[in-house]
């Protein structure tokens, strides 16, 4: 006797599974919102100034998006799930870095949103005061991008570059050291 329930279980896994790469497939590391254009100390930018990440072809993560996936695990994965996945209550936000504006991200971030309606009811606290976030932010958006692109996957980065000086200095200066 067949037990259907496993198969449609197998069935219904097979095709998350086929989603989730070909949303990973559906974008492009020539996309002008990803595409490395310039470095500047470290950090890497789009054609239009905007944060975006460097993964080399051996799988190193840049510093930034390294400590992204830091920053983000310490501050953010509580309502938003590991890495970015989305939670029941809190949207994906490796979505939220490729689709949404990178100014509108950083205004969220800083002044919080609050959503309700008949059909939803969010609220995301504003974090423009904690600089365990603020000192962070574009590192944690890299990081996001990085894994909504498929750039890098779930989970700590095997490899990453080492932390400059450069990255120590800003740092300390914004944390206050």
Not at 22 to 45: C, K, L, Q, T
Request: aromatic share 10%.
């Amino acid at each position: 006797m067949t037990r259907p329930i496993p198969l449609l279980l197998a069935a219904a896994a097979c095709a998350i599974t086929a989603s989730v790469v070909s949303a990973a497939d559906a974008v492009s590391m020539d996309d002008p919102n990803i595409a490395v254009d310039y470095e500047e100390g470290g950090r890497y930018f789009t054609e239009d100034g905007i944060p975006t990440f460097n993964v080399a072809e051996d799988g190193t993560v840049d510093w930034p998006t390294f400590s992204g996936f830091r920053r983000y695990h310490a501050e953010c994965h509580v309502c938003h799930g590991p890495d970015g996945e989305g939670s029941t209550y809190a949207p994906a936000l490796k979505d939220s870095a490729l689709d949404m504006d990178y100014y509108d991200f950083v205004d969220v971030v800083v002044n919080g949103r609050q959503k309700v309606g008949a059909a939803e009811n969010s609220v995301m606290p504003a974090f423009g005061t904690n600089p365990n976030v603020m000192c962070y932010l574009d590192d944690i958006y890299t990081y996001l991008k990085a894994h909504g692109s498929g750039a890098i996957g779930r989970g700590r980065p095997a490899q990453k570059e080492a932390k400059s000086e450069t990255f120590s200095e800003m740092e300390d200066a914004c944390m206050g050291s």
